[in-house]
């Protein structure tokens, strides 16, 4: 039986999956590193079989516990089931932040974390599911990869602020860019503590975003560049580990957008979509969702992945 880890570096450009690394082309820290964040809640999925299997959908159990019998074996069957990279923002500060959340939980996980400074964390060998987006029909996160973006969402905004409380905006303009205001325990908590958090795009002078998405208003800020940077190479090294997972996003070619809303093919859409996109809450206790948001630029994956 292999174990599921890797040796890893600091300098690592590769993400693991099946206990084999893949390219990435990007610096991805990995749950073996140093400054890496370990899954607190990962999940056997009902396939592959690769694994002891109650090991699935069952209370977390310690690390050392996740095994893979037969690393090439699980690579083949992985590829055959997972199809879903589903993007979220995590309402969190930084990815710090966004891993406390996971750690007080005792579900709750993700594959990666995207921080506001593009430091991609790996959290698990992609072997494992994380519950992060059951989805209507609640097998959502059998046939899915996933990754927490760091951005607060409308908890930026002092009247909608709903977990925080914040008595202000947490954004402000300086020096022509909406710059988020980041606590300084959190700040320091992140790869580049001198990185300003500033909105890849702005929408007209308020700097916020609002669109409707699965019946609700969303106004956000934009996640930042360095962001937007890092997730571009960490969806094509994803898609070549899982080659199912296509480098495609949900377009409506009657309004040359991408919906936000929840689309008809949720379950057996083929690439990269958002939590919104398969969740609105008409399954089973299940709760509506909107992220990645009213400001995630699907225009500029859906360009970068057309590109020869």
């Known amino acids: 039986m292999a174990e599921q880890a890797s040796e890893a570096s600091a300098d690592n450009s590769a ?10 082309e990007v610096p991805i820290i990995l749950w073996t590193d140093k400054n890496g964040y370990a899954c607190p809640n990962k999940r056997g999925r009902a396939r592959p079989s690769q694994h002891d299997a109650t090991l699935n959908d069952a209370p977390t159990r310690p690390h050392n516990d996740y095994l893979i019998h037969n690393p090439t074996r699980a690579l083949e069957e992985l590829r055959q ?57 609640r097998q959502g996160n059998e046939r899915a990869v996933h990754i927490e973006m760091s951005n607060l969402a409308w908890e930026a905004l002092a009247d909608e602020s709903e977990l925080y409380q914040a008595s202000a905006d ?39 975003f ?47 957008r991408t919906p936000l809303d929840r689309i008809d093919n949720f379950s057996s859409f083929a690439g990269i979509l958002g939590h919104a996109h398969v969740q609105n809450g008409s399954g089973d206790k299940v709760a509506c969702k909107y992220d990645p948001g009213s400001a995630f630029d699907w225009a500029r994956l859906r360009r970068a992945f057309r590109k020869k």
């Open 15 to 24: 993400l693991v999956v099946c206990g084999q690394r893949i390219e990435a």
């Open 81 to 137: 089931t997972v199809h879903q990279l589903v993007l979220h923002y995590d309402a969190s500060y930084c990815s710090r932040h966004c891993h406390e959340w996971m750690e007080n939980s005792d579900f709750k996980g993700s594959h990666f974390y995207l921080d506001l400074d593009g430091t991609i964390y790996q959290t698990c060998d992609l072997y494992w599911k994380t519950n992060t987006a059951p989805a209507d029909d």
């Open 170 to 208: 947490q954004y402000q303009l300086k020096r022509g860019e909406w710059e988020l205001q980041l606590p300084e325990k959190y700040r320091k908590t992140m790869q580049n503590p001198s990185f300003r958090a500033c909105s890849a795009r702005a929408h007209a002078t308020r700097g916020y």
């Open 210 to 256: 609002s669109r409707k998405i699965n019946g609700k208003m969303v106004r956000m800020w934009d996640f930042t560049e360095a962001q937007y940077q890092a997730l571009i190479p960490l969806c094509r090294a994803i898609h070549r580990a899982l080659p199912r997972i296509e480098l495609e996003v949900p377009f409506d070619s009657a309004t040359g």
